[in-house]
């Protein structure tokens, strides 16, 4: 299972059409390190590892539900490491946004939506989560349970996306808003 994981992050980052300059050598670096690690998709790659990161967005897509990280002090949205049973890409994003939203019948956008490399302290001094960027639409009336990842979790209107936060986090939530819009029929509800 390990292989096919590998193989999907390739497929995924492969049929990516990155939206601007920097994001498009983000994926060239990431395929880069796929193919020089075999151990990319998992928390044990010192260089740096993929991970996956999900925007859950409210089904009018007039909000994102952030989590107050543990370890950054940042609203941030769902997502984390690659585990064993994960085959997908798709899957990892899809499982850690359930997890950490406590939300059932999440639906996944198409996607990837967005790419981010960031510092982590996985392998001290520092390792890098060299990120892929999904977005997922609730449930009407889903009410978020906090995990014991998360210092608070809240929804936010994408356009107000509190501090501390990051701009990779406001670029993902409007482009899942976007790509939710995009899917027809849109109607606000």
């Known amino acids: 299972m390990r292989m096919d994981l590998h193989r999907d992050a390739v497929e995924a980052l492969i049929g990516f059409t990155a ?6 050598s983000l994926r060239e670096e990431f395929l880069a390190h796929l193919r ?20 859950v967005i409210s089904h009018d897509g007039e909000r994102v539900l ?11 949205p769902m997502g984390g490491h690659c585990e064993n049973g994960d085959t997908t890409l798709a899957g990892v ?14 639906r996944l956008l198409p996607g990837p939506l967005a790419l981010d490399k960031h510092k982590v302290w996985c392998h001290p001094p520092h390792s890098f989560h060299l990120d892929v960027e999904f977005g997922a639409v609730a ?12 210092l608070d979790l809240r929804w936010f209107p994408v356009d107000a996306v509190p501090d501390p936060s990051d701009e990779a986090t406001r670029r993902l939530a409007r482009r ?6 995009s899917q027809a029929p849109f109607t606000r509800g």
């Open 19 to 24: 939206p601007t300059p920097e994001e498009e």
């Open 36 to 55: 020089a690690h075999d151990s990319a998709m998992w928390r044990e790659c010192v260089p740096g590892h993929l991970t996956a990161t999900t925007a």
């Open 66 to 76: 952030l989590t107050l990280h543990t370890k950054a002090h940042m609203w941030l």
């Open 93 to 106: 994003a899809l499982r850690e946004a359930t997890e950490e939203s406590g939300i059932a019948g999440l």
């Open 139 to 150: 449930p009407p009336g889903a009410e978020a349970v906090i995990s014991d990842e998360s």
């Open 176 to 181: 899942a808003r976007e790509v939710l819009r």
